[in-house]
């Protein structure tokens, strides 16, 4: 429960940032971070280093 906590307080200072000082520029790399980040808590990091070392 803290993790889900301390995620969501992450992506609310990030996207305060984003807002405050008009870096709308970063929003898409915000975007494919976060969905990164699902993506191995969901699937899990051995499958994605797989593809890490498989070069794809």
Known sequence: MKKFLFMFR???EMLRLVRDHKLWF???L???LVCLTVLVYYVGPTVIIT???AGV
Do not use: H, T, V
Request: glycine share 8%; hydrophobic share 65%.
């Open 26 to 28: 970063l929003s898409p």
């Open 51 to 53: 593809f890490i070392y």
């Open 10 to 12: 992450m992506m609310g």
């Open 30 to 32: 915000l975007i494919a």
